[in-house]
């Protein structure tokens, strides 16, 4: 069974770069649809960012636009999500997931099937 293998996540200053991989595990297999959630602690999981199928179209939540960009290479079925300027704020777990079936750039997680197992990011002030 196809897995998303996170990696990039740890421990940095506020107003530093982070840079967050996603990978499926399968050659094989074509994400279509892409996106990254991240779940702070004790609040719910929210939608970070998403990306179609061949990334034409993009999705940013509010508090991350301007800061985050996602991008994604088909060939090595791999996506990237690029943190900039991070504040505190922006702790949480951050998992990638895709959907084999969704070619939109989706906001609900429940328009995504396959997760990663989670990357822990915090951002110390």
């Known amino acids: 069974q196809v897995q998303l ?12 770069s982070l840079r967050l991989s996603c990978a499926a595990s399968e050659r094989s297999f074509t994400p279509l649809a892409m996106a990254w959630f991240r779940q702070a602690p004790g609040k719910e999981i929210e ?9 034409a179209n993009k999705y940013f939540a509010d508090s991350v636009k301007g800061r985050f ?3 994604r290479d088909n060939d090595k079925k791999t996506m990237v999500l ?4 991070a ?3 922006d702790t949480a777990i951050y998992y990638c997931a895709t959907s084999p079936t969704t070619i939109h750039a989706r ?10 197992q989670g990357l822990p990011v915090t951002v110390s002030s």
């Open 47 to 55: 939608s970070v960012a998403a990306i179609s199928i061949m990334g």
């Open 5 to 16: 293998l996170e990696s990039g996540g740890g421990v940095v200053q506020a107003g530093d």
């Open 87 to 89: 504040p505190p704020e």
């Open 82 to 85: 690029q943190m900039n300027s």
């Open 107 to 116: 906001v609900s997680s429940r328009s995504y099937d396959i997760w990663g």
């Open 69 to 71: 960009t996602i991008s």
